[in-house]
């Protein structure tokens, strides 16, 4: 069974613009959430989606945005950005009833 | 709010040396669980641990959960050089949200 996959691997924008990535989760599985990895703040919860709704989310600001599709692909937006969001997005996806998260590779975005 | 403190922050040791990693919480622990993430890469899911007391072993490596639930221990027996990496704790908040919040990380260097 594939694993989690993430698109794409790595991006550079510049202050300012806003990026898309792509989360495709490892079938079956309906729940996906999205981390922020950082030296300085480490690894932080940005939001969690299931069945194309979003049921958690962390303490990041309005622009940070996500929705889910029916085939539980994932996406995550960030609009306006800044320096300090450069960082290594994750995403991991769950199966539902298990607790075990299971992490894709990242994108790796910096912001120039 | 709930933190995990691992230690130590950075560890090297020779092959074939026996180690082990700290996970303190501050609050009671809901779910633990360990990951393993070589740098700029995504997390490997190690074990997860629930029950105080708990103990699981996956090849070299064994983790353990105390019986207050408070701290976890990861042990590595006779290490590898493909034992290093960045190994995480998370641990969920027992609000059912599945969003995880994680320890600083603690980094291995394995000497041939």
């Known amino acids: 069974k594939a694993g989690v996959t993430q698109t794409p691997r790595y991006l550079i924008k510049t202050r300012g613009q806003q990026v898309t990535l792509s989360c495709s989760p490892i079938?079956?599985?309906?729940?996906v959430s999205w981390y922020q990895q950082t030296p300085g703040q480490g690894l932080q919860f940005l939001f969690e989606?299931?069945?194309?709704?979003?049921?958690n989310k962390g303490n990041f600001p309005g622009r940070f945005s996500g929705r889910q599709f029916s085939n539980s692909r994932s996406e995550m937006n960030v609009s306006t950005l800044e320096l300090g969001d450069s960082a290594l997005y994750l995403c991991?996806?769950?199966?539902?009833?298990?607790?075990?998260?299971?992490f894709g590779p990242g994108t790796r975005l910096t912001v120039l | 709010s709930q933190e995990l403190e691992q230690s130590p922050q950075s560890l090297i040791v020779q092959e074939g040396k026996n180690l082990t990693i700290n996970c303190t919480s501050s609050?009671?622990?809901?779910?633990l669980y360990w990951y393993k993430q070589k740098y700029g890469e995504g997390l490997i899911f190690l074990m997860m641990?629930?029950?105080?007391?708990e103990e699981k072993s996956h090849e070299k490596i064994t983790a353990k959960l105390d019986e207050k639930k408070q701290q976890s221990s990861l042990h590595i027996t006779a290490s590898q050089p493909s034992h290093a990496g960045i190994y995480l704790c998370?641990?969920?908040?027992?609000?059912?949200?599945?969003?995880?919040?994680f320890g600083t990380g603690t980094r291995l260097t394995v000497i041939p």
């Open positions: 989606y299931f069945s194309e709704t979003q049921r």
């Open positions: 991991a996806s769950r199966r539902t009833g298990y607790s075990e998260q299971f």
């Open positions: 641990l629930q029950k105080g007391g």
């Open positions: 079938s079956g599985h309906r729940s």
């Open positions: 609050k009671t622990l809901y779910g």
């Open positions: 998370g641990a969920d908040d027992g609000t059912g949200a599945n969003n995880l919040f």
